[in-house]
């Protein structure tokens, strides 16, 4: 499988200013990088912006981008000029690497399918999912190719979380674990420290999950499906060389205060809202129209 080059493949994720803890030995070094389709890329990248991420590679005019953030990444892309027919307010789960082939050795010794090949720009590749989706692998980029570089440190409090709409926590946690991601300790419904099992049981009764990566990584959530609010899980793109993308919904942790980030982001003209009860987190919606919920760090 070769699809054609395009600007959502071209882009790849690097690391943060901060000093991230070494994968295991042997693991996949993997980042979350999810792939943002926009009606409006310029809003967005400003958007993310203002929540504490830092551009890193932009189309100069920011029609497209590339931002990190404490702990993940989030690659921008106007819809308008998507090769795969993707939406506005759609989101691709993917991964950044510093190494393609590394991380699809290390993959394929965990028994997950991957698919390498070369582009201009440095390897790409792509992960089959738990249920045949696709996750693109980006290399991470040396050369910009008439891209612009930035050097801006993200706010190191800031964590990117793709949230998956998951029916069946165990198997898709088993998946992950496998691309280097583990339920937080004090994860579940009850809070309680226990076994990766005792973790994933508790937090399907509550209906969430989170995974931490290694360092800088990133988190991948997991929610029970929400009837009105989640889209499909996979999206078929207008191309029939790839498969259904995996697709995700974007989501922040921080250790900022979320009363202080609330009241940031109205002075900056966002409708950000600050919801109290059993779980508490910052609403803003995006250019989109999307709303972005922002939890506090475990």
């Known amino acids: 499988m070769t699809p054609e080059t395009t600007p959502e493949n071209a882009a790849s994720a690097a690391g943060t200013d901060l000093e991230p803890a070494e994968p295991a030995v042997g693991a996949p070094e993997l980042t979350v990088f999810p792939l943002r389709f926009t009606a409006d890329p310029r809003a967005m990248i400003a958007f993310l912006v203002e929540l504490g991420m830092a551009r890193r590679i932009t189309a100069g005019d920011d029609g497209f981008g590339e931002l990190r953030a404490g702990a993940g990444a989030v690659m921008v892309h106007a819809a308008s000029t998507s090769a795969t027919g993707a939406r506005p307010g759609t989101t691709d789960l993917c991964m950044a690497t510093p190494s393609a082939d590394r991380a699809a050795e290390a993959l394929e010794r965990e028994g997950i399918e991957v698919t390498v090949w070369d582009e201009s720009y440095g390897r790409q590749g792509m992960i089959t999912g738990p249920g045949g989706e696709g ?164």
């Open 135 to 298: 996750v693109s692998l980006n290399e991470d980029q040396v050369d910009l190719y008439g891209y612009e570089g930035h050097d801006a440190s993200p706010d190191p409090r800031l964590h990117v979380c793709a949230v998956l709409s998951s029916e069946d926590f165990g198997r898709d946690a088993r998946w992950l674990g496998r691309l280097g991601f583990a339920p937080a300790a004090a994860g579940g419904a009850d809070g309680a420290d226990g076994s990766d099992g005792e973790i994933i049981a508790s937090a399907e009764r509550s209906g969430w999950l989170e995974l931490h990566g290694p360092g800088s990584a990133g988190i991948i959530g997991l929610h029970a499906p929400m009837a009105g609010r989640e889209r499909t899980r996979r999206a078929s793109p207008e191309m029939p060389d790839l498969p259904p993308t995996l697709q995700a919904r974007l989501g922040f942790e921080t250790s900022e205060d979320l009363e202080a980030l609330t009241a940031r982001l109205r002075t900056a003209g966002h409708d950000a809202r600050l919801v109290e009860g059993a779980v508490r987190a910052v609403h803003v919606p995006d250019p989109d129209g999307i709303e972005v919920e922002i939890h506090p760090l475990p």
